[in-house]
DNA sequence: GAGCACTGC
C-alpha cells in the first residue's frame, strides 16, 4: 500500500497554478487581512509583482495592432484585474468609450469589479463599476471599466447589436466553453464584420487557443484598402503569460482501479499517514459519491484508531445547506486536516485556501443531450485533460503541493480527451436560439459558432419553437408572442404559460407556478425529517397535479397561521382548471398518455413515443392519470416526468390545434 | 419509492 504511487513525468510546461479571479476566495477569518489597510504605494507594488506586469507593452501593443488578441493565461497571471486597467490608462476609454470584460459567473463579475476599483482608487460604480442581473452598478458617462456577466453582454446586444459604446471586451475564461460564452464568441466575430476598429481579447488558460486563433481570423472585404488605413490586422495575435502558482507534483496510481471510491479513500488515508501537513480537496462526481465516500472514510477511522481521528471530513457541493458550506471554509483547528470531499463546484466556482494535497476520480458528472430524444441527462463521464490539470492546479495556491490522480499516467497520456466538449453541443438549444432570433439572426443553421451544435439539435429547437408559436414557417420570431418570449428572462416554455394566462385569467397564479418552476425545486430545503415532510407535501397535495400543488404552498405560505382551513376548495378547483389551461399553453409537447394494461405507471410521449414513468416526488405519483404533460424530465435508470399536471386530451387541441390536429387521442390497445 | 454536476438572463 505504500508503493501505491509513483512519480509522474510532467514537465514545467503543465507547472499547475491556479485562478484567483475566476473563482471565489475564501480565507480563514484568523489569516485574512483587508488589503485596503496597504495604502495606495504598496497596491502599485503588488500589482508590479504580478506575473503580467512584464507583458503590459506587449499586450497593448497588441490590441493596438490587432482586432483580436488571444492571452494564454496560466490564471493567477492578474490578467482579469490588470488588463482593463493598462488599456484603460493607454487611453481605451477615452471620449466615453467603455472597456468591457465579461466573466462566466456573478461572483467573479462582483468580486473582479471590486478589486480593479480598490487599485484603480476609485468608488465602484463610478469609474470603476459592473452589470449583473438585478444589478447595475455603473454610472453612464462616468463608467470606463465595466465587468459583467456574458449573459449580460448578449442582453446589451438587444438594445445596442453593435456593441457601439464599447471600444474593447475582453472576455475572460473562455476556455470554460460554456453557452453563454460560445454564443457571445460567435456574435463578437459578427460584430467586428461590422467594426473592425472594434478590439477583442479572448483570455483562456488552455492552449486551445488555437482553434480560437482560426476562429476569429477573419477576412475582411476591404482588404484591398491596403494597411493604410488605421484598421488593426485582422488575424488575431496570441500571447501567453505564465501564472504564479507553485509547483504541483503529479501522482499516478500503477495499475488502473476497480473501485475508484475505495482506492479515493485509501488515498486520502495514505496522504494523511505520510505526507506533512495541509489540507486535502478530493474530486468525485456527486452527492451519492461524496456521502458514499464519507461513510467509507468514517467506518475506515473507527478501525484505524487515534491518528485517524485528526481528519475533519467535509462534504462540499452545490446543494448543501448553508450552514454546512461555512464548516468547509472555517479555519482548520491545530493539529486537524481537512479533507474536503467535493463535486465540480471546487473547480471553478470557489476556491479553498489551504489546500496542498488533491485526489482526483477522474471523473465528473456531466450534461448530455440527445436530441432525437428531447432529453438531457447527467452522466458520469471522463473528464478530460484540461479539467485533470485544472483539479491539480487547486494544490499549488499556498505552497508546492501534490496531485494523486486515481488512473494511470498511460491512461491520460493515451486516452483522455484534452478538452471537453462544449457545453453548448450536450444540451436542449431552445433558449439559446430563441436569442439569436431576437438579435436578428435569421440563418440560424448558418452561424458561425466557435463549436457548432448538431443540425439535429438545431432543428430540434426550431421545430420546438415553431410548434410553441414563438417562430413563424419562415423560422422568424412571432408578433406578438415570439417578441415577448424572447423578452422574458425564462424558459421559452414558462414564457410562453405566463403569456398565455392572461387568455384565462389567471395570471397571479401561473406567476407563482412560475416561479416555483424556475428554481431547482420547492422540496429539496427540508432533509432528514421525511416523515414530517411528506406529510407536510400531502397536505398541500392537488389532485390537478404537482404546478396547482405550488399554488396551494404559496397560498398557505401567504395566509400562514391559517394553514389547516383550507375550506374553499371548491374556488380552487374552478381557478385550477384555467391554470391548468394555461400551462398546457406552454408545454403541450410534452403531453404523455398513460399506456393502458401497463401495471407499472409507465407512459408514452406523444410526439417521440418514450418510455417515461411519473417522478417519485410527484404528488401524482402512483395516482396516473390517463393524460398528463410534465414540465421537465430527468433521466437515470428511467426517464421520469417531473412537475405533472392531469389534463384532459381536449385541451391539446384547444391549445395547439396545429401541433395536434393529425394525431389519434385513443391510441389503440396492444 | 427516486434524487440534484455547474452556471446564467
Not at 33 to 39: E, H, L
Given at each position: 500500500m505504500s508503493r501505491f504511487w509513483k512519480p509522474g513525468s510532467e514537465k514545467p510546461s503543465t507547472l499547475l497554478v491556479d485562478d484567483e479571479e475566476g473563482g471565489v476566495v475564501f480565507l480563514p477569518s484568523s489569516s485574512s487581512?483587508?488589503?485596503?489597510?496597504?495604502?495606495y504605494a504598496s497596491l502599485e507594488r503588488q500589482r508590479q509583482r504580478l506575473p503580467v506586469y512584464k507583458y503590459r507593452k506587449a499586450i497593448l501593443y497588441l490590441v493596438e495592432r490587432h482586432a483580436t488578441t488571444i492571452v494564454v493565461g496560466e490564471t493567477g497571471s492578474g490578467k482579469s484585474t490588470q488588463i482593463p486597467q493598462y488599456l484603460k490608462e493607454a487611453g481605451?476609454?477615452?471620449?466615453?468609450?467603455l472597456i468591457g470584460c465579461t466573466q462566466p459567473r456573478r461572483l467573479a463579475v462582483q468580486m473582479v469589479a471590486s478589486r480593479v476599483a480598490e487599485e484603480v482608487g476609485v468608488k465602484l460604480g463610478e469609474e470603476v463599476g459592473y452589470t449583473i442581473r438585478f444589478e447595475d452598478q455603473t454610472n453612464p458617462g462616468m463608467t470606463m471599466i465595466k465587468f459583467l456577466t456574458d449573459g449580460v453582454l448578449i442582453r446589451e446586444m438587444m438594445e445596442d447589436p453593435l456593441l457601439t459604446k464599447y471600444s474593447v471586451i475582453m472576455v475572460d475564461e473562455a476556455h470554460e466553453r460554456s453557452i453563454s460564452t460560445d454564443m457571445l464568441l460567435g456574435l463578437l466575430k459578427k460584430i467586428q464584420r461590422r467594426r473592425p476598429e472594434l478590439r477583442l481579447i479572448i483570455s483562456s488558460a488552455t492552449i486551445e487557443a488555437r482553434s480560437m486563433s482560426t476562429f476569429f481570423n477573419i477576412r475582411r472585404k476591404n482588404s484591398l484598402l491596403g494597411s493604410s488605413d488605421n484598421l488593426p490586422s485582422p488575424e488575431p495575435a496570441v500571447l501567453s503569460v505564465e501564472g504564479k502558482g507553485y509547483t504541483v507534483e503529479i501522482h499516478y496510481v500503477e495499475e488502473p482501479v476497480s473501485d475508484y471510491l475505495q482506492a479515493t479513500v485509501n488515498t486520502v488515508l495514505l496522504i494523511h499517514e505520510k505526507e506533512p501537513p495541509g489540507d486535502i480537496l478530493v474530486f468525485l462526481t456527486g452527492q451519492d459519491d461524496i456521502e458514499a465516500a464519507v461513510k467509507l472514510l468514517n467506518e475506515e477511522i473507527q478501525h484505524l484508531g487515534r491518528h485517524y481521528l485528526d481528519l475533519l471530513i467535509l462534504p462540499l457541493y452545490s446543494g448543501l445547506p448553508r450552514g454546512d458550506q461555512d464548516l468547509i471554509f472555517a479555519p482548520t483547528s491545530k493539529g486537524k486536516r481537512k479533507v474536503v470531499l467535493s463535486t465540480n463546484i471546487a473547480e471553478t466556482s470557489l476556491t479553498l485556501e489551504g489546500v496542498v494535497y488533491v485526489v482526483d476520480s477522474g471523473f465528473s458528472k456531466q450534461k448530455c443531450y440527445n436530441p432525437i430524444s428531447d432529453i438531457e441527462s447527467l452522466v458520469v463521464a471522463p473528464i478530460s485533460k484540461a479539467s485533470a490539470r485544472q483539479r491539480a492546479g487547486r494544490a499549488g495556491r499556498v505552497r508546492p503541493g501534490k496531485c494523486f490522480r486515481i488512473y494511470t499516467e498511460e491512461y491520460y497520456l493515451?486516452?483522455?480527451?484534452s478538452e471537453g466538449i462544449p457545453e453548448m453541443q450536450r444540451s436542449n438549444l431552445v433558449s439559446c436560439i430563441i436569442q439569436l432570433k431576437a438579435l436578428g439572426i435569421d440563418n440560424i443553421l448558418g452561424f458561425d459558432w466557435p463549436a457548432s451544435p448538431s443540425p439535429e439539435a438545431m432543428i430540434r429547437a426550431l421545430e420546438v419553437l415553431f410548434s410553441l408559436g414563438i417562430l413563424d414557417e419562415d423560422a422568424k420570431l412571432t408578433v406578438p408572442i415570439g417578441f415577448q418570449v424572447a423578452e422574458i428572462p425564462l424558459d421559452p416554455m414558462i414564457s410562453k404559460m405566463i403569456l398565455s394566462a392572461n387568455d384565462f385569467g389567471c395570471s397571479d397564479e401561473i406567476l407563482t407556478i412560475a416561479s416555483f418552476l424556475s428554481v431547482q425545486s420547492v422540496w429539496v430545503s427540508v432533509r432528514g425529517v421525511k416523515k414530517e415532510f411528506d406529510e407536510a407535501k400531502l397536505r398541500f397535495a392537488a389532485a390537478e397535479g404537482d404546478h396547482v400543488t405550488f399554488l396551494n404552498i404559496y397560498k398557505g405560505f401567504h395566509q400562514s397561521g391559517k394553514s389547516s382551513q383550507w375550506c374553499y376548495k371548491n374556488f380552487l378547483n374552478y381557478q385550477a382548471l384555467a391554470v391548468r389551461k394555461a400551462i398546457i399553453a406552454g408545454s403541450f409537447t410534452n403531453a404523455c398518455h398513460l399506456e393502458e394494461y401497463s401495471q407499472n405507471g409507465m407512459y408514452k410521449t406523444i410526439r417521440t413515443l418514450q418510455e417515461v414513468y411519473i417522478h417519485p416526488?410527484?404528488?401524482l405519483f402512483r395516482v396516473n392519470p390517463k393524460w398528463v404533460v410534465y414540465q421537465s424530465l430527468v433521466s437515470t435508470d428511467k426517464h421520469y416526468m417531473r412537475n405533472v399536471i392531469a389534463i384532459e386530451p381536449s385541451w391539446l387541441t384547444e391549445a395547439a390545434p396545429h401541433f395536434y390536429q393529425f394525431r389519434a387521442f385513443n391510441p389503440a390497445p396492444h
Open positions: 487581512v483587508s488589503s485596503s489597510g496597504f495604502g481605451w476609454a477615452d471620449g466615453g468609450r493515451t486516452e483522455m480527451q416526488s410527484s404528488v
